[in-house]
Nanobody, 130 residues
Framework: QVQLVESGGGSVQAGGSLRLSCAYSRKNSSWNYMAWFRQAPGQAPGNAREGVACIQTRTSETLDADAVKGRFTITQDQAKNTVYLQLHNLRPEDTAMYYC???????????????????WGQGTQVTVSS
C-alpha cells in the first residue's frame, strides 16, 4: 500500500521559512515524479490544486512554479524515503494546505498539473501572517 505523509507545516510571519517533509511508504525508485501542490483556503474542494514544485526522482531534475521560483526548493533523500519542500521568504498569499503527490508512470516529463499524479497525501497547513 502506498502512503504519503506530510509534516512540517505551521504558522509563520511574512518573510519566514519552513521546511515541509513528505515521507513515503514505497521506495521512490519506483516513482518517476514527486511533487508539491497547494490549495488556498476558501477554494472549492473540486478546484484543481496549484502545482508548486516537482522532481524527477531518477535525475533530480526539478520544475518550480513561477509564483515560488527563487523562494521554494524541492529536494529528495532516497535513503530516508522523503521529499522536502524548503520555503523561504514566505508571503501571506502562500497560505494554503500543502499536499505531496507521486506518480509511477513515466509520462511526458515534469508536470505541475494535479491530474498527472495518482497518489496524494493528506496535506499539511501553512499559514503566513503579515
Amino acid at each position: 500500500q502506498v502512503q504519503l505523509v506530510e509534516s512540517g507545516g505551521g504558522s509563520v510571519q511574512a518573510g519566514g521559512s519552513l521546511r515541509l517533509s513528505c515521507a513515503y511508504s514505497r521506495k521512490n525508485s519506483s516513482w518517476n515524479y514527486m511533487a508539491w501542490f497547494r490549495q488556498a483556503p476558501g477554494q472549492a474542494p473540486g478546484n484543481a490544486r496549484e502545482g508548486v514544485a516537482c522532481i524527477q526522482t531518477r535525475t533530480s531534475e526539478t520544475l518550480d512554479a513561477d509564483a515560488v521560483k527563487g523562494r521554494f526548493t524541492i529536494t529528495q533523500d532516497q535513503a530516508k524515503n522523503t521529499v522536502y519542500l524548503q520555503l523561504h521568504n514566505l508571503r501571506p498569499e502562500d497560505t494554503a494546505m500543502y499536499y505531496c503527490a507521486a506518480e509511477l508512470r513515466a509520462g511526458n516529463g515534469l508536470s505541475l498539473l494535479s491530474s498527472d499524479y495518482s497518489y496524494w497525501g493528506q496535506g499539511t497547513q501553512v499559514t503566513v501572517s503579515s
